[in-house]
């Protein structure tokens, strides 16, 4: 089982960039998603989450209306559009997917995640 994320990159404070996580070997397609990032030095948090439907989400308080998760499910793939960056959005983004149990609606909880993609890195510089 595998996620892999992609996308990342270095972009301009008021930029924009697009996260993809594909998975593969499973599906996860009535799963819950989430995105979370760690920036070094810190403890690794929550940015986003998106039901197994792709109908509610969630967000951090520092990105609600800058970001946008989204789902396909019939691609197995999960994406994060990241709109209007500021230097405090850089991190290492990780995906996850939460399969405690089909048909959620998504969690901020960390510890709820079991497989986790490698990480794509982000730098947004002033």
């Known amino acids: 089982v595998q996620l892999v994320e992609s996308g990342g990159g270095s972009v301009q404070a008021g930029g924009s960039l697009g996260l993809s996580c594909a998975a593969s070997?499973?599906?996860?397609?009535?799963?819950?998603m989430g995105w979370f990032r760690q920036a070094p030095g810190e403890q690794r948090e929550f940015v986003a989450s998106?039901?197994?439907?792709?109908?509610?989400?969630s967000y951090a308080a520092s990105v609600e209306g800058r970001f946008t998760i989204s789902r396909d499910r019939a691609q197995n793939t999960v994406y994060l559009q990241m709109n209007s960056l500021k230097p405090e959005d850089t991190a290492v983004y990780y995906c996850?997917?939460?399969?405690?149990?089909?048909?959620?609606?998504?969690?901020?909880?960390?510890?709820?995640?079991?497989?986790w993609g490698q990480g794509t890195q982000v730098t947004v510089s002033s």
């Open positions: 070997g499973r599906d996860f397609s009535n799963y819950a």
């Open positions: 998106i039901s197994w439907s792709g109908g509610p989400t």
């Open positions: 996850a997917a939460d399969i405690t149990r089909p048909f959620t609606s998504g969690t901020r909880d960390i510890g709820a995640y079991e497989y």
